[in-house]
Nanobody
Framework: VQLQASGGGLVQAGGSLRLSCAAS????????MGWFRQAPGKEREFVAA????????YYGHSVKGRFTISRDNTKNTAYLQMNSLKPEDTAVYYC????????????????WGRGTQVTVSS
């Protein structure tokens, strides 16, 4: 599966953005999906994940209550709605697909898209 993330940009603190991750191929619905982010000089950080059916979702501590992950298997697309953005949310955001149940470690994901930059100004 090939993944393409989009929707990043520059936003003021307190604002919102919605990221999209479009997948090619007809097996999108069989993958768990995850979002990760990486700021300069930092390790890649788990943001959110969702099971293949969308029935279960998971969030990193720093985004819980502000971000929402979802998916539309009819459109082969996963989303990350980001509200109440903070300057510390600034990073390149990546979407990833896993053949297994969603995990927080990036090493458990099999496919990665190119990132999309999110910059939050104070």
């Amino acid at each position: 599966v090939q993944l393409q993330a989009s929707g990043g940009g520059l936003v003021q603190a307190g604002g919102s953005l919605r990221l999209s991750c479009a997948a090619s191929g007809r097996t999108f619905s069989s993958y768990a999906m995850g979002w990760f982010r990486q700021a300069p000089g930092k390790e890649r950080e788990f943001v959110a994940a969702i099971t293949w059916s969308g029935g279960s979702v998971y969030y990193g501590h720093s985004v819980k209550g502000r971000f929402t992950i979802s998916r539309d298997n009819t459109k082969n697309t996963a989303y990350l709605q980001m509200n109440s953005l903070k300057p510390e949310d600034t990073a390149v955001y990546y979407c990833a697909a896993s053949n297994y149940s969603p995990r927080t470690s990036p090493r458990t994901y099999d496919y990665w898209g190119r990132g999309t930059q999110v910059t939050v100004s104070s």
